[in-house]
C-alpha cells in the first residue's frame, strides 16, 4: 500500500484548453518525462496515452476526465485532463472543483477560443492559480504575441480579484515535450531546433500553484466529482477531501445540499484508493487535499458530501450546465433486426444504459412511453458518442430525432441559447455568414487574421443540429468550431432549417444496380447494389421537395429474345452517400427513425407501410386506421 503524504507536498492542477490544442499530448510528456514508465514499456512508444477509448483516439478528443499524479522533487503532482468540447463541459467543471490551479493551454495559431473563454471564467471564479502555456509555438502561422495579448485582454476581462491579473506564461512545443520560460529564438518550424524539456512547467507548478488549505484534524468532509463502478466493489466516489482523515473501514455519510433531489446515505468506507501514475493504489488512510476514491457508499449524488457521521455538513453544490438535447433510444422494430446485433432486445438496452448512468453523471437517463428511454446531454456531439460506443459493443437499437430540452421560465416555455465560434479561411467567409443566415444566428464578432476569419455567433441549439457537418463538407474541413451554453430565452418560431424530400424503398430485399441506376436520377442515394431494404426505408435524399417512393429491388426484365445492342441499358452509378452519424441524426425528421446496428446505419420512417403514412396525414382516422396507428 502507498503510504500517505503531506498536505503541503501535493499540487493539484487542472489541464484547461480547447478541443486540440494539446492537452493529452502534453500530458504524455508530463509522463514519460516524470518516468512513469520504463524505457521498454509500450507506453514510451505511443501518443495520446490517457485517451484509451477506442472514440476518443479517432476523433482526437477526450471525452471523459481524467487524472494521473507523477512525482517531482519530493512532491505529488496530480495532474488532470479535461475534456476541450462544450459538450463536455459538465466534465470540465467538475474536473476544476478538485484543483487549485489550472494550466491554460492555449494554441498559438488559433489564440483564445470560445471554450477557452468559458473554462477560464469559470477557473477564476473558483479562485484556481492560473499558469498560462503557449502551445504549438513551432507551427508556420503561429502567432505567439498575439495569443499572449488575447490570453492577457481576457483575464483582465474575467478576473474577480486583483493577484488574479499576475500570471506566469510559458511556452511550448509539446509534441517534443518542451516547455520554456522564454520564447526561443530560431526557426522553430524545424524539428528538435532547440533543447528542452517540461521542467520549466512543473517547477511553475509547485512555486505559483498553492497546496490545498484544509485542517487534516478536523471532521472528514469530502465533495463528489466523478464516479467509477465495478461489478466487485460497486460504487467509487471520486473527489478531493476538503478537511478530515478517512480511513479504512470508517463510518461515513453522503449528503446532498439540492433541495429537490436531496439524500443522505450512510456506509462504511470498504476501500480507499489514491493515484500513483495512472493507477489507483489502495492506502488505509487519507487526508485534506488528496483526491481519493472511495468505495462503500451506494449513492449517484455527484456534487454531494462524505462527511464525517458524526459531523454532518454539506458543501455548496456544484453549478453544472444543464443538459440541452435530448434523444429517445428504442429496441429496433425494422424487418432486419436481429441480423446484424448481438444484443437486440428492450431488457439488455435498458440495462446497458442504466450502467452508463452509474458511470457518467452528466448525461440524464429517464424512461419513456413504450419502453423507451429518453437521454438528455450537453449536445449532439456528446450523444452521438453513446450511441457510437453502443454499436461498437454490439448492441442494435433505434433512435428518433434529437429534441431541445425546453424549461418553463415565469410561466413561459424557454430554449437553449448557445455561443458559437467557428474559425475558417478568409475564402469560406461567405459559405459561413450564409450558413449561420440561414439558421436564424446572430453575429457577434468577426476578426481576419493572417488570412484566417474568427466568428462569433448566438444561435439557438436546435439550429445547431447538422451544422458542424454542414461547414465541415462546405469548407473541405478547413474548420475549428466549438459552441458552449449561453442561457435560456424564450421559445421562438419554428426553425427554418431547410430539408427536401426522400426517396422511400416500396419493396423488401436486395437493392439491385438495374433498379438504383434509374432512381439515382431522382436525388442523392444513400445505398449500393447488394444492401439490404426494407419497404418504409430511406434509400436517398429526393432533389424535390415532396417524399417520393421507388422499387430498389427490381430486376432488369430477361426473355429468350436476344437484344440489340441499343436496347440494352447502360448502368453507370453515381458515387453513393454512405451515412454518418453526425448526418443522420441531424437529417431526421420528426416521422424518421434511425436505425443503428454494429454493421449498418439505416434511416427509415416511423410507419413503413405507404398506407399508414397517408392515414397519419387525414384528421379524422377511423378506429381502425388509430388501432393500427397505435394514436389515441
Request: one cysteine or more.
Amino acid at each position: 500500500m502507498s503510504q500517505p503524504i503531506l498536505q503541503d507536498k501535493i499540487r493539484n492542477v487542472a489541464i484547461i484548453a480547447h478541443v486540440d490544442h494539446g492537452k493529452t499530448t502534453l500530458v504524455d510528456a508530463i509522463m514519460k518525462q516524470c518516468h512513469l514508465f520504463r524505457d521498454n514499456q509500450e507506453e514510451m512508444g505511443q501518443t495520446q496515452i490517457l485517451d484509451s477509448n477506442d472514440l476518443e483516439r479517432e476523433k482526437g478528443i477526450t471525452i471523459l476526465a481524467k487524472n494521473i499524479s507523477v512525482r517531482y522533487q519530493g512532491y505529488k503532482i496530480n495532474v488532470i485532463d479535461t475534456p476541450g468540447h462544450a459538450d463536455f463541459g459538465g466534465e470540465v467543471e467538475r474536473t476544476l472543483n478538485m484543483a487549485e490551479g489550472c494550466i491554460l493551454l492555449v494554441d498559438a495559431r488559433e489564440g483564445v477560443m470560445a471554450q477557452t473563454k468559458v473554462v477560464l471564467k469559470k477557473a477564476l471564479e473558483l479562485g484556481l492559480k492560473v499558469i498560462v502555456l503557449i502551445n504549438k509555438i513551432d507551427q508556420k502561422l503561429a502567432n505567439v504575441k498575439d495569443s499572449e495579448n488575447e490570453v492577457q485582454n481576457l483575464v483582465l476581462d474575467l478576473a474577480t480579484r486583483d493577484d488574479q491579473l499576475d500570471f506566469p506564461v510559458l511556452y511550448a512545443i509539446s509534441r517534443e515535450g518542451k516547455v520554456f520560460t522564454q520564447m526561443p529564438e530560431g526557426d522553430l518550424t524545424v524539428p528538435n531546433v532547440t533543447t528542452g524539456n517540461v521542467t520549466p512547467l512543473l517547477d511553475a507548478i509547485i512555486n505559483i500553484v498553492p497546496a490545498h488549505v484544509g485542517d487534516d484534524k478536523a471532521p472528514f468532509q469530502m465533495q463528489i466529482n466523478a464516479m467509477e463502478y465495478d461489478s466487485h466493489n460497486g460504487r467509487y466516489l471520486i473527489g478531493k477531501i476538503n478537511r478530515g482523515t478517512v480511513k479504512q473501514g470508517q463510518p461515513v455519510v453522503l449528503v446532498t445540499s439540492d433541495e429537490e433531489k436531496a439524500q443522505k446515505v450512510q456506509g462504511r468506507t470498504k476501500r480507499i484508493l489514491t493515484r500513483e501514475g495512472m493507477e489507483w493504489i489502495d492506502v488505509n488512510e487519507a487526508s485534506a487535499g488528496e483526491i481519493v476514491a472511495v468505495a462503500g457508499i451506494d449513492s449517484t449524488a455527484i456534487g454531494g458530501t462524505l462527511c464525517d457521521i458524526n459531523n454532518v455538513e454539506a458543501m455548496p453544490a456544484l453549478k453544472i450546465s444543464p443538459p440541452s438535447v435530448s434523444i429517445k433510444f428504442e429496441a429496433n422494430t425494422s424487418p432486419l433486426v436481429g441480423k446484424e446485433g448481438q444484443f437486440v432486445t428492450a431488457s439488455l438496452l435498458q440495462k446497458r444504459l442504466d450502467q452508463e448512468k452509474e458511470n457518467n453523471a452528466t448525461l440524464e437517463i429517464k424512461s419513456g412511453d413504450g419502453g423507451s428511454y429518453v437521454v438528455a446531454g450537453r449536445g449532439e456531439l456528446q450523444l452521438s458518442i453513446l450511441i457510437e460506443t453502443l454499436r461498437r459493443e454490439g448492441f442494435e437499437f433505434q433512435v428518433r430525432k434529437p429534441e431541445v430540452i425546453l424549461r418553463e421560465i415565469d410561466g413561459k416555455l424557454h430554449e437553449p441559447l448557445e455561443t458559437l465560434f467557428i474559425e475558417v479561411p478568409s475564402e469560406y467567409l461567405s459559405v459561413v455568414t450564409q450558413a449561420l443566415s440561414d439558421r436564424n444566428g446572430q453575429m457577434i464578432d468577426m476578426r481576419n487574421i493572417g488570412g484566417q476569419t474568427k466568428f462569433e455567433y448566438e444561435i439557438l441549439t436546435r439550429n445547431l443540429f447538422g451544422l458542424r457537418n454542414d461547414l465541415i463538407t462546405a469548407t473541405k474541413g478547413n474548420l475549428i468550431f466549438g459552441s458552449s451554453f449561453k442561457e435560456y430565452v424564450p421559445k421562438q418560431g419554428e426553425s427554418n432549417v431547410y430539408r427536401k424530400g426522400v426517396i422511400i424503398s416500396m419493396d423488401n430485399g436486395e437493392a439491385r444496380a438495374y433498379a438504383l441506376n434509374m432512381i439515382q436520377e431522382r436525388g442523392q442515394l444513400f445505398i449500393k447494389p447488394g444492401d439490404a431494404v426494407y419497404e418504409g426505408m430511406i434509400m436517398g435524399m429526393n432533389k424535390y421537395d415532396e417524399d417520393m417512393e421507388a422499387n430498389p429491388t427490381k430486376e432488369r426484365h430477361k426473355t429468350s429474345v436476344r437484344m440489340s445492342h441499343a436496347e440494352v441499358t447502360q448502368i453507370s452509378l453515381k458515387q453513393y452517400m454512405a451515412l454518418t452519424l453526425e448526418f443522420a441524426l441531424a437529417f431526421l425528421k420528426e416521422d424518421e427513425i434511425l436505425e443503428v446496428t454494429p454493421k449498418s446505419l439505416r434511416l427509415r420512417k416511423v410507419h413503413l407501410s405507404k398506407t399508414e403514412r397517408d392515414w397519419m396525414k387525414r384528421r379524422n382516422l377511423s378506429e381502425f386506421a388509430k388501432k393500427q396507428l397505435g394514436v389515441n
